[in-house]
């Protein structure tokens, strides 16, 4: 069942949906679950390796992969090819447009030194033979498969005008065992679930973990000395700090685009539970909310004047504005469909809020236009929870229940395409998609 607001009141709100039996290790599969009818052909043929190469990873599998999960791409099938071209001049177009393949790409791979390949690639627009890409990038074995995930960004942006997020991350949460006899883990790994790595790790529950706005840190809670702290980690050197643990709710850390501030909830001794501020670098504490009622969740506008967040104020969770400039004026109400909307989180270009949002028994992912106040619902599971955005906004990555367990899964910004992430064992919850600057 979904957790009500009393719930956070008293903190068990804040435990109850990491229950479920998790892996740290596991990678992610995909499966798509909808598609697109109008999802842009295109062929990624398997990439050639020069003389004894024999390289770990097929790069064509990663493009091919990667544009599939956009849900605006349908690669073509490899036992449908019928030639495997590694250059443009190799290409029969004529063959290709038989396939009813829009564009092809190609590509080989060329040794450059002791573990060292040039990775060459063309990307051509099949219907008129045009060579819309042509690059050499260096890659080793350690990084193959950033440069596989680097060639599906460009393939992407050059063909949708988008930026891809293929060489992105994600952080979700992981729990081992079974009651009393847990572990709770905090996992990063690449945007298609590739190379897990935990990177925290206690018998006590970990939550919210947050991505700074250089993907260089995460804020997240944990609960490992008893009572709940937020902690800021570098995620290079794995070095931390613990940077709030005031008596009572340290939760749901969100940083300010900046990366100075943290908006945070926490409680007072009456059982009061605001939003604040904490400016990280001198610890300087601002109030941001003051009504009786629960206001949680914060996300940061983009120019960081405002924060939004989720309050009980009006009898039922609802999402609210407020100004940082003026904290004693009242927040304005920008939720009014359901009587459930909670978990705000902005999109990358600020136009949007994905929330959870209630549709009759059901809790779902939709977005509210800022704008113009109209909010659509994109996914239709029983409990979908913790939506956050693509870097791009062309997706959201959000936790959800799959005969049983927890899983990933994403959804396109239009809600035409979903695909799950499941891991290859155990259950895994609340995902953190991190942001496009991040260095692999």
């Not at 791409?73 to 829009?102: C, H, Y």
């Not at 942006?157 to 847990?182: D, K, M």
């Not at 009572?227 to 800021?232: D, E, L, P, R, S």
Request: glycine letters at 8%.
């Amino acid at each position: 069942m979904k957790p009500s607001i009393g719930f956070v009141r008293s903190g068990v709100g804040l435990l109850l949906w990491l229950c479920a039996a998790l892996s740290a290790h596991a990678e992610l599969v995909i499966e798509i679950t909808r598609g697109t009818n109008d999802a842009i052909p295109i062929a990624v043929v398997p990439f050639g390796a020069a003389g004894p190469l024999k390289p770990p990873v097929d790069v064509a599998e990663v493009i091919g992969s990667d544009l599939s999960r956009s849900g605006r791409f349908a690669p073509v099938e490899r036992r449908d090819m019928i030639e495997q071209p590694t250059s443009g001049d190799q290409i029969q177009f004529a063959d290709w447009k038989l396939l009813k393949s829009n564009f092809i790409a190609v590509g080989k791979l060329v040794p450059d030194g002791v573990d060292r390949y040039a990775v060459q690639f063309e990307l051509y627009n099949v219907l008129n033979g045009q060579r819309l890409l042509g690059q050499r990038i260096p890659a080793n074995n350690a990084s193959l498969r950033a440069t596989a995930h680097r060639i599906a960004d460009m393939i992407y942006e050059q063909l949708t005008g988008v930026p891809g997020a293929f060489s992105t991350r994600i952080a979700y949460l992981n729990v081992e065992g079974t009651p009393p006899s847990q572990r709770y883990k905090l996992t990063v790994a690449d945007s298609d679930g590739a190379n897990p790595n935990v990177i925290a790790n206690s018998n006590e529950p970990i939550m919210s973990p947050a991505w700074s706005p250089d993907g260089q840190n995460l804020a997240y809670v944990s609960f490992e000395n008893k009572m709940a702290a937020i902690y800021v980690q570098t995620l290079r050197s794995g070095e931390r700090r613990k940077v709030s643990a005031r008596a009572g709710i340290n939760g749901a850390p969100s940083w300010s685009p900046d990366g100075k501030y943290l908006a945070l909830t926490l409680s007072r001794k009456d059982g009061d539970v605001d939003v604040y501020t904490l400016e990280l670098a001198t610890q300087v504490l601002t109030r941001v909310t003051f009504d009786p009622a629960i206001d949680t969740e914060p996300a940061w506008s983009l120019d960081g004047s405002k924060l939004y967040f989720m309050s009980d104020r009006s009898g039922g969770p609802q999402i609210y504005e407020q100004e940082l400039s003026d904290v004693r004026r009242a927040p304005r109400r920008l939720t009014f469909e359901g009587s459930y909307n909670a978990r705000p989180r902005v999109s990358p270009d600020g136009k949007q809020l994905a929330l959870v949002h209630q549709e009759g028994g059901s809790f779902n992912i939709a977005t509210l236009d800022l704008k113009g106040g109209s909010l659509q619902v994109l996914t239709k599971g029983k409990q979908d929870e913790s939506p956050s955005f693509a870097p791009n906004g062309a997706q959201l990555i959000y936790a959800t229940q799959d005969r049983g367990r927890g899983v990933l899964a994403l959804v396109s910004n239009d809600g035409r395409s979903q695909q799950k992430l499941a891991a290859t064992n155990g259950d895994v919850r609340e995902p953190v998609w991190g942001p496009l600057a991040v260095q692999q």
